[in-house]
């Protein structure tokens, strides 16, 4: 009995001296995170190796596609600190008349996986498919630091072209002369009730070279079961706003059900004015055709 006393004492001891030790050391090494991907491309470049990958192991056009890029230094394996690392992306394209050209699309830069100093995590919004080497294609672009060098690296990509059962992720919308691109983020955890919900609204600029946050809507969400009578949530949803501290339109998107979800979109100006996608009535069985979907 006394020996079931003491170890019981022990366990206790041992547990508040981890708890002590932890709230004293909150930057002490947490375990990282990665997330399951499979590789796309990799590409050596000086000593250092970039591998490309995803959940989905490929890009797809018109879509927003999570990017992690990790690097490994084949000279130095002890060497696993990569500084500043950044990613851009650029289309070249081949017109009909022989004439080239190229733009841009909107990116969720890379940051480090919490833990880690070199799997970094990102966001690519390609916004059309490239499928043609030398002809309709991407460019990944990655430069990073380590040992005060900097490697840059390019990085030629395949991006298809979204297939039907693949879920409609980004979408496009113009406004008094402008294209706009709304991105719906990864809902982390998705689960049946309140889910916090983020898109990114980019304004194309420069004749899609550059894509800065545009801020000066709002956005209404109304998510329905289209195979089931396109019931809703049952209630109406608080129009996502603006946040300037992350630069996202952020809400709570309620889901009462697992399944298929078809999320109506309506985005409004600062005049409440409709200007992209269309209201629809609580008993309407015909969607908006503006719209994100999720599946779960
Ligand atoms: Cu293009």
Redesign the pocket.
Known sequence: MKKIIYFTLAVIAMGITAACSSDDNPNESVNPIIPPAKEIISKTESNLTFIIKNKEGRFTGDATNKVIVEIIDNIDSQNTVFNNTRMGIT?H?TMANGHKMS?SAPITQLKPIQGTTNVFEGELMF??A?TEPGV?YWVLEIETQTKGQTIKTKIDLMVYPRGESELKTLQKFQYNGNTYLIAMHEIEHIKVGDNSFLLSVYQSDNHGAEFPYAKDFTIEIDPRMPTMANHGVGKILPPLQYSSATEKYEGIITFNMTGYWYINLLVKNNANEIIAGQFVEADSQINSDFYFEVDF
Do not use: Y
Request: proline share 0%.
């Open positions: 289309m394209m733009h916004t059309m490239g309709n």
